[in-house]
């Protein structure tokens, strides 16, 4: 197949690249082309930005693709550009969302928590909303105004050895050096998936063309208490707790209540998920290793 990728030189999106590549499509990536990607001539490259309209259809232009991927659409108006420029030019439109288009909650998070046919749509900026919001009304641009099949994966915090935001990593760097942490309620619960399965469930979904929302997420969750044990027997030494602490202390992980998703959707179309407890233990270890 012909696929498009939209953010895929680093985390994720470059192992779903990979995957794309071992499989024998042809896969074009698009990027504003400041990162390197370790591809060399496997891809065809195309170099825009992302939130400006006219950059995207000059980009794009008159191809087309079987399969594109949108890991880099962070607003309702990036998302009204790709409804408009790839109007009869993609079969299947993969769009990364996320767990933040939900409210927090102590019920698991079905698809139908939050639905994008029929929120009020309001154009905008990145900059002008919040994360989850831009995200929202990203997904109701999509589904309310695309011609073309969508579907929307909402992941939770994505986490690995790779992970270009260093959260865990702050976690286990704060216990090391005897910091504070600052954790609003350690016994909240949340989703995880590894970059790993992330990337391996996006190229499922190359075959099994499931549209609409759709969560994923490992198996289980777990509570800020639950990883800070992780960590303190991985590194032998005791995490300083606070509720309050200054902003460069708090925890990128602090919730005040649990948020966690329901993947049924997912599993009974035939994905099976990891359980969180298979490789979560083995990550922390192999970020104190190279540390």
């Known amino acids: 197949m012909k696929i498009l990728v939209l953010g895929g030189t680093r985390f994720f999106g470059k192992k779903l690249v990979t995957r794309l590549l071992d499989e024998g499509h042809e896969v074009t990536i698009a990027t504003r082309g400041k990162t390197a990607d370790p591809f060399n001539d496997k891809v065809n490259r195309i170099v825009m930005d992302r939130e400006d309209h006219e950059s995207l259809k000059l980009a794009v232009g008159s191809q087309h693709w079987d399969i594109v991927y949108d890991n880099i659409c962070y607003s309702p108006q990036a ?69 073309f099949s969508v579907s929307a994966v909402r992941f939770p915090i994505v986490l690995g050895p790779d992970d270009y935001t260093k959260r865990l990593h702050f976690h286990i ?50 509570s800020l208490r639950e990883i800070l044990t992780f960590i303190e027997k991985e590194v032998e030494m005791k995490a300083i707790v606070r509720e309050e602490t200054i902003e460069e ?22 994905y099976e998920f990891q359980r969180i407890e298979s490789w979560f233990p083995a990550l922390i270890h192999e970020i104190v290793e190279e540390a």
């Open 173 to 222: 760097e704060q216990i090391k050096q005897e910091k504070p942490i600052g954790i609003p309620n350690k016994e909240a619960e949340m989703s995880y998936i590894s970059s790993d399965e992330a990337a391996k469930f996006l190229h499922w979904l190359s075959h099994n063309h499931l549209s609409g929302p759709i969560n994923a997420c490992s198996k289980g969750e777990l």
């Open 249 to 270: 202390n708090r925890s990128p992980f602090g919730i005040p209540n649990t948020w966690c998703m329901d993947s049924s959707k997912a599993q009974k179309a035939g």
């Open 79 to 147: 998302a009204a550009s790709a409804c408009e420029v790839f109007a009869g030019k993609v079969k299947h439109y993969i769009l990364t969302s996320t767990l933040s288009v939900y409210e927090f909650g102590q019920e698991k998070l079905t698809e139908n928590s939050f639905d994008p046919y029929s929120y009020p749509i309001k154009l905008g900026k990145r900059t002008d909303f919040s994360y989850g919001e831009a995200k929202r009304l990203a997904e109701a641009v999509f589904f309310q105004q695309a011609n």
